[in-house]
């Protein structure tokens, strides 16, 4: 590690967990402004500046001094840094939080750094990588006492509120199905995903102000290519996730949520065409078959991309089906949301519907004021409740995807042992469910010792 021994920073987290549960929390000592690190300064950290500017902004760490110029112009007086290691080195006792907003494959080590030096975390969605890294943080959180939430926006809607008390007010009645789709991926240089002229792509020199090595993190080692960066890099399995992987944690919480899913028994492929080994397929669908939890029947959920949809059944009474979307199809009545469950709407006739809207079931769930980010810093403050996308929520929504792209990956059927993180009829996958690290860059394996 740069500037780090191994021994003095797991010195650090050592002494951190001990007193975890002796020292009273951040919460307790409700700051006038919490000092928040970023990890991740460019693309979807720079939404969140405008969330963070009543708070103090420390530090920010970026492995591309460009990628992180707009927030080095929004915070001057943070201290810089491309090493999230380095910056915990030198300034551990200055951050009380941190904001993981990396590629997918730095997320757990960036929130595992965080949390062993007892800092609250929020971290993009997909919480982690793979199966393993997810379980872990959510071991984690439990382990060090820290105020934790991964960025799903919808979380903190009203319209998800709405989806799950209408379906506790038996609105819907028993749901058995549920659709999600999105149009995505779509490949275009300005947009999430690219397809090179080679796989691999062709090694490039690396930019002036760009720490591959850095960027790479725990990933395995290979050339610079552009078709990696900036947002290129979902596109390849061993960094990002694709559109499920995108979308799946948006699209899926409703539903998730509302049903209280569990895990999945099986994911089976039920369109995947070819795509050159480690990228991406064109489109995809998948079939997630869920038991029964309690009273609650079993359920089919049916994942579409790349432009498949679902049939459009003529009780839903739509006209064609929009672009992205989630139903759940209910005895009573179906549901439709967008990619984001901020607007929910009941698939019934418009005077049917206009009538419900003047006279809707009473709440039960507490709102949200503010987004995520002012959620999660209220906790923090100790003046507002732990987040409702916590890893102890959180965590299962992102591993149920996780077993959905290992079946798109693999093309093939995911029989899933959930209880002891197993691929039951291919053992030889289990190699995915924790896939390995450089040298390094080795976080978590602790916590499964004690």
Same mark, same amino acid.
């Given at each position: 590690m740069t500037n780090l021994t191994r021994r003095s920073?797991?010195?650090?987290?050592?002494?951190?967990?001990?007193?975890?549960?002796?020292?009273?929390?951040?919460?307790?000592?409700?700051?006038?402004?919490?000092?928040?690190?970023?990890?991740?300064?460019?693309?979807?950290?720079?939404?969140h500046f405008s969330d963070c500017a009543t708070e103090n902004v420390v530090a920010l760490c970026d492995v591309s001094d460009s990628a992180a110029t707009e927030g080095f112009k929004t915070f001057p007086k943070a201290k810089r840094f491309k090493d999230f290691r380095v910056m915990f080195d030198k300034m551990a006792g200055d951050i009380d939080a941190v904001i993981v907003a990396t590629p997918d494959h730095v997320h757990f080590a960036a929130a595992m750094a965080a949390m062993q030096l007892g800092k609250h975390v929020y971290v993009e969605k997909p919480l982690a990588h793979n199966i393993w890294q997810i379980r872990t943080l959510r071991k984690a959180a439990k382990r060090y006492n820290v105020i934790n939430a991964m960025g799903i926006q919808g979380h903190a809607t009203m319209g998800i509120r709405y989806v799950k008390?209408?379906?506790?007010?038996?609105?819907?009645?028993?749901?058995?199905?549920?659709?999600?789709?999105?149009?995505?991926?779509?490949?275009?240089?300005?947009?999430?995903?690219?397809?090179?002229?080679?796989?691999?792509?062709?090694?490039?020199?690396?930019?002036?102000?760009?720490?591959?090595?850095?960027?790479?993190?725990?990933?395995?080692?290979?050339?610079?290519?552009?078709?990696?960066?900036?947002?290129?890099?979902?596109?390849?399995?061993?960094?990002?996730?694709?559109?499920? $992987?995108?979308?799946?944690?948006?699209? #899926?919480?409703?539903?998730?949520?509302?049903l209280d899913l569990g895990m999945p028994l099986s994911v089976s492929p039920i369109l995947r065409?070819?795509?050159?080994?480690?990228?991406?397929?064109?489109?995809?669908s998948l079939k997630f078959e869920f038991a029964a939890r309690g009273n609650k029947p079993p359920v089919t959920l049916t994942w =579409?991309?790349?432009?498949?949809?679902?049939?459009?059944?003529?009780?839903?009474? #739509?006209?064609?089906?929009? $672009?992205?979307?989630?139903?759940?199809? $209910?005895?009573?009545?179906? =549901? #439709?949301?967008?990619?984001?469950?901020?607007?929910?709407?009941?698939?019934?006739?418009?005077?049917?519907?206009?009538?419900?809207?003047?006279? #809707?079931?009473?709440?039960?769930?507490p709102r949200v004021e503010g987004g995520p980010i002012a959620e999660w810093i209220r906790a923090i403050k100790g003046t507002g409740p732990i987040p409702g996308a916590n890893f102890e929520y959180s965590a299962p929504l992102s591993e149920?995807?996780?077993?959905?792209?290992?079946?798109?990956?693999?093309?093939?059927?995911?029989?899933?042992?959930?209880?002891?993180?197993?691929?039951?009829?291919?053992?030889?996958?289990?190699?995915?469910?924790?896939?390995?690290v450089r040298k390094g860059w080795e976080y978590g394996e602790d916590l499964w010792r004690s």
């Open positions: 920073f797991l010195a650090k987290s050592t002494a951190v967990a001990a007193g975890a549960a002796l020292l009273p929390g951040l919460s307790a000592c409700k700051p006038a402004k919490v000092r928040i690190a970023f990890i991740g300064v460019g693309g979807r950290a720079q939404d008390e209408w379906y506790e007010a038996g609105i819907l009645g028993e749901v058995k199905e549920v659709f999600a789709w999105l149009e995505g991926p779509q490949f275009d240089p300005k947009g999430y995903f690219i397809k090179p002229d080679s796989y691999p792509p062709k090694g490039e020199p690396v930019p002036v102000d760009l720490d591959w090595d850095l960027w790479l993190g725990p990933a395995r080692e290979r050339p610079y290519s552009p078709k990696y960066l900036p947002r290129f890099w979902r596109g390849w399995y061993e960094l990002g996730n694709g559109v499920l $992987g995108d979308w799946g944690c948006h699209t #899926l919480d409703a539903p998730n949520w509302a065409p070819s795509s050159p080994d480690g990228f991406i397929p064109d489109k995809s =579409l991309d790349g432009g498949e949809k679902p049939e459009n059944r003529p009780e839903w009474g #739509l006209k064609e089906m929009p $672009g992205r979307g989630m139903i759940m199809v $209910g005895s009573k009545a179906s =549901l #439709l949301t967008g990619g984001r469950p901020a607007n929910p709407k009941l698939l019934i006739p418009d005077a049917d519907w206009i009538r419900f809207t003047k006279n #809707l079931p009473k709440e039960t769930i149920l995807n996780a077993v959905g792209i290992l079946a798109q990956r693999l093309n093939t059927r995911i029989e899933y042992d959930a209880a002891n993180m197993k691929i039951t009829n291919h053992p030889e996958f289990d190699v995915y469910i924790k896939e390995p």
